[in-house]
């Protein structure tokens, strides 16, 4: 009868899992039209499905994927205002996560406030640069740029004090805890893609003493982090400190693709007894994208090929190690303290026998059926953030000149952005920027 009983909510657990796993997109219709360059379109239906998507604590992604499909649809202003939201919340969020008791720390993520990742905080100063500029003021893309190279250089540290108590903390609930192999610590500390706005915008100012530090910092960061950027630097930055005078100098930043989201590993882990805890872990995984080749054309004949300058998805999950190694520890815990209980209830039922014991043991059995519907991983992240940067520049006479920005697969044009009667100057920046989320 008791064998029976606990084979009958042992199956709960498998019908549990089943259904944990069934979820549909339902960022699916704001998917279809940003890949359709449609970003007009996108934010109405998060402006109307607000409530349905984002919860409270996950104001951090609407502010995000809100922003940056403002700064798509050259809603500058409105998107400067909802990143800047969503930058002062992952700070108020960063805050709270370190002065936090480690009891609240250690519960389930996906009922605490989304605290956004590190990249998404780094990049929200580029598009705030971008958005900025584009509103004709230098001076604040400026400051955004050097807010940006400052997170850089607290990322290392970012998080060794949280790292450290959670080490401790699993190390008293269980030390033969098996460490996480694919922990590490971020080296990425320089942003090729900080650094040539950067440039660019000290150029732009006239400063070209600046704008020569960051043009060389640029060469910096490609040799410091080979396994970000795994790619020759672009042959135009060495063209951009040049321009002849009475020359202008023409700029495309080209974006395409979408960022990493994130899924679930699931790992079980033998504790002594013989149990086992559920370890639920965020991985970030890249989203394809078709577009290999980015070339502007003018009507005038000129055209020239944009190179790749940052690949943020590579930027996104080096920065993701220290968080993964975050997660991993809270969850061991987690998953140590609900084996512990289990294995208290198991111990009981035995010593107490007869009903007494029954009732413990079920208890137990449901205790085990929390632990593996509860753990789950918290696979929050924002949707709209591109995952390469590609640059490009060309001298010119200045003048009026009509160009397309095209996007390829191979020989295959993807998607082409059409820009008419735009005037170039042979003073200040001639910046343009394109995108395809494809």
Do not use: W
Not at 141 to 157: D, P, T, Y
Not at 182 to 199: E, P, Q, V
Not at 208 to 227: G, H, L, M, T
Not at 314 to 325: C, L, P
């Amino acid at each position: 009868m008791a064998d029976r009983m606990k084979l009958g909510l042992s199956s709960v657990v498998l019908c549990l899992m089943f259904f944990s796993c069934a979820s549909g997109n339902p960022y699916a219709k704001i998917d279809s039209h940003a890949q359709r360059n449609e970003y007009q379109e996108g934010l109405a239906v998060i402006d109307k499905d607000k409530k349905k998507l984002y919860r409270d604590k996950d104001a951090v992604l609407y502010y995000l994927d809100a922003g940056m499909l403002s700064h798509y649809a050259a809603e500058y202003r409105r998107s400067t205002e909802l990143l800047q939201a969503g930058e002062r919340a992952i700070e108020t969020a960063y805050t709270k996560s370190i002065t936090m008791e480690i009891g609240t720390y250690i519960l389930n993520d996906t009922t605490q406030e989304y605290a956004g990742e590190d990249y998404e905080d780094i990049f929200i100063n580029t598009f705030n640069a971008l958005n900025y500029y584009h509103e004709n003021e230098l001076e604040d893309a400026m400051v955004e740029i050097r807010r940006m190279n400052n997170k850089l250089q607290f990322l290392s540290s970012k998080y060794g004090i949280i790292v450290d108590n959670m080490q401790k903390k699993a190390l008293e609930e269980d030390a033969a805890i098996p460490p996480d192999p694919a922990a590490g610590k971020t080296t990425f500390t320089n942003s090729a893609l900080a650094r040539y706005l950067g440039m660019l915008f000290y150029r732009g100012n006239g400063n070209y003493d600046d704008a020569r530090i960051d043009r060389d910092q640029i060469k910096i960061a490609f040799a410091n982090n080979p396994s970000v950027y795994a790619y020759p630097a672009p042959a135009s930055i060495d063209e951009e400190l040049t321009v002849p005078a009475g020359k202008a100098r023409f700029n495309v930043i080209g974006f395409s693709g979408s960022a990493p989201v994130k899924e679930e590993e699931t790992l079980r882990i033998l504790i002594p007894g013989p149990r086992y805890i559920k370890i639920a872990l965020p991985v970030l995984v890249n989203r394809p994208s078709v577009v290999n080749r980015i070339t502007v054309r003018f009507d005038s004949g000129e055209s020239f090929n944009l190179e790749l300058l940052e690949d943020i998805g590579a930027i996104a999950k080096e920065t993701f190690k220290e968080r993964a190694n975050l997660a991993y520890l809270k969850s061991v815990i987690r998953g140590t303290l609900k084996g512990v209980t289990s294995s208290v209830l198991d111990g009981v039922g035995d010593e107490v026998g007869g009903n007494a014991g029954l009732v413990m043991g079920l208890l137990s059995i449901g205790t085990q059926v929390f632990a593996e519907a509860s753990e789950k991983a918290d696979l929050r992240i924002s949707r709209y953030f591109p995952a390469k940067a590609y640059v490009g520049g060309i001298t010119l006479d200045p003048g009026t000149y009509s160009y397309t920005v095209i996007y390829y697969s191979g020989s295959r044009v993807v998607d082409s952005l059409r820009q008419e009667n735009v005037e170039i100057r042979a003073r200040g920046l001639n910046l343009a920027e394109a995108v395809c989320l494809k």
